[in-house]
Nanobody
Framework: VQLQAFGGGLVQAGGSLRLSCAAS????????MGWFRQPPGKEREFVAR????????DYADSVKGRFTISRDNAKNTVYLQMNSLKPEDTAVYYC??????????????????WGQGTLVTVSS
């Protein structure tokens, strides 16, 4: 399974961007997709995740109310709509795929496949 993330770029604070992540295929083991990010000089951190079937979502507290994760099952694509962007949102954003978990979904070990990352830069 290959994941391809795109949509990053440079945006001013308060602006919006939409990231996309396309999966080459779906398997029985892939029932959730997630987004993580790695700010400059920091650890990779959880942003959001969504289940493929029911569409249930979870978000990091830092992005709740500003970011929205969604999916298009027909296109095997997950989106991350980012609004009201802040300079602290600057990071390389990675999409990930794996089983839908009740725990560990906010940890990297909860996912089996990773995309290459797309850079989001928010200027002040």
């Amino acid at each position: 399974v290959q994941l391809q993330a795109f949509g990053g770029g440079l945006v001013q604070a308060g602006g919006s961007l939409r990231l996309s992540c396309a999966a080459s295929k779906r398997t029985f083991s892939i029932t959730a997709m997630g987004w993580f990010r790695q700010p400059p000089g920091k650890e990779r951190e959880f942003v959001a995740r969504i289940g493929w079937s029911g569409g249930s979502t979870d978000y990091a507290d830092s992005v709740k109310g500003r970011f929205t994760i969604s999916r298009d099952n027909a296109k095997n694509t997950v989106y991350l709509q980012m609004n009201s962007l802040k300079p602290e949102d600057t990071a390389v954003y990675y999409c990930a795929a794996g089983p839908f978990r009740s725990s560990d979904y906010h940890l990297q070990r909860g996912y089996d496949y990773w995309g290459q990352g797309t850079l989001v830069t928010v200027s002040s």
